[in-house]
């Protein structure tokens, strides 16, 4: 069985850092593409980043790009998302999303989701 497990959230003021990591059981990173989205209260869940099975390749909304990094760590089938400069308007639940699959797709079909980590940056 896939089960993600995700942590790392925090309270955090502007400008400030945050480490969030996503642990994957019943499976290896080589056979899926893993995102990390997030949805803030009364918004739409968004995509904030992707990494590639195929390749190590990356992804990255407009809106985090020069400040979140992610990264995957094979041996503990872990993928991490490196956030700084935080914002405010990056306040949100944070969820990790595995899918089937050697790319990064466009839409994201029936993937196995974690459960979410807060994420609140202060001003």
């Known amino acids: 069985e896939v089960q993600l497990v995700e942590s790392g959230g925090d309270l955090v003021q502007a400008g400030g850092s945050l480490r969030l990591s996503c642990a994957a059981s019943?499976?290896?990173?080589?056979?899926?593409?893993i995102g990390w989205f997030r949805q803030a209260p009364g918004k739409e869940r968004e995509g904030v980043s992707c990494i590639a099975s195929s390749d190590g390749s990356t992804y990255y909304a407009d809106s985090v790009k020069g400040r979140f990094t992610i990264s995957s760590d094979n041996a503990k089938n872990t993928v991490n998302l490196q956030m700084s400069a935080l914002k405010p308007e990056d306040t949100a639940i944070y969820y990790c999303a595995a899918q089937y699959g050697s790319n990064c797709p466009r839409e994201w079909k029936n993937p196995y989701w974690g459960q979410g980590t807060q994420v609140t940056v202060s001003s």
């Open positions: 019943g499976f290896t990173l080589d056979d899926y593409a």
